[in-house]
């Protein structure tokens, strides 16, 4: 009972460096964030109640176009894929 009253809260900032594939640049970055989550979650000995990203910092992003053809008779179709890499800087409040 010593800790009655006593706040449990603790706050830290942590930097995640991920990277993530996607068919549009959108779906690459959803892609990162929720690997976001799951590090952060990971990251901390506790249960996790806030987290804000202070900053995003761009490291890398390709954009590869291909044309897949079948057989060499069909109408060749376009796929795009998208690479990006990303810095998040968090602050995570846990208990």
């Known amino acids: 009972m010593d800790q009655l009253g006593k706040s449990c809260l603790k706050t830290i900032t942590k930097e995640f ?5 996607g068919k549009k640049r959108e779906d690459a970055v959803a892609a990162v964030f929720a690997k976001l989550k799951k590090e952060a979650y990971n990251s901390v000995n ?5 987290m804000e990203p202070d900053d995003v910092i761009l490291l890398a992003e390709d954009e590869k176009n291909k044309v897949q053809k079948f057989l ?11 690479y990006i890499k990303l810095k998040v800087i968090v602050t995570i409040r846990y208990i």
């Open 17 to 21: 460096v991920l990277d993530a594939y």
């Open 46 to 50: 506790g249960l996790l109640i806030h």
């Open 72 to 82: 060499a008779f069909f109408a060749p179709k376009g796929i795009q894929d998208y």
